[in-house]
Nanobody, 111 residues
Framework: QVQLVESGGGLVQAGGSLRLSCETS????????MAWYRQAPGKERELVAR???????TYADSVKGRFTISRDNAKDTVYLQMNSLTPEDTAIYLC?????WGQGTQVTVSS
């Protein structure tokens, strides 16, 4: 059974930082391209960052220079370090491996 479990969300003030984690099971993690998406109320789900099995990372323009995606193949876990957060980053953040989704973790940034 495939599971993607996100954690690390919460309430933070503008300018603050959070680190999200997505722990996976039931997949051969090291072969998977992993991604973080987010969905804000009334908006479509958008890709935030993606990291390939080889470690190549890509980012949405809106988060470049502020967010960093990384992976630990020994822990079957992908991370999203988010710095310089703004209220526009408020959303549910979801982990994805192209086929499966986690349940999401809420990030709320207050002004």
């Amino acid at each position: 059974q495939v599971q993607l479990v996100e954690s690390g969300g919460g309430l933070v003030q503008a300018g603050g930082s959070l680190r999200l984690s997505c722990e996976t099971s039931g997949i051969i993690f090291r072969y998977n391209t992993m991604a973080w998406y987010r969905q804000a109320p009334g908006k479509e789900r958008e890709l935030v960052a993606r990291i390939t099995s080889g470690g190549t990372a890509t980012y949405a323009d809106s988060v470049k220079g502020r967010f960093t995606i990384s992976r630990d193949n020994a822990k079957d876990t992908v991370y999203l370090q988010m710095n310089s957060l703004t209220p526009e980053d408020t959303a549910i953040y979801l982990c994805n491996n192209r086929l499966h989704w986690g349940q999401g973790t809420q990030v709320t940034v207050s002004s």
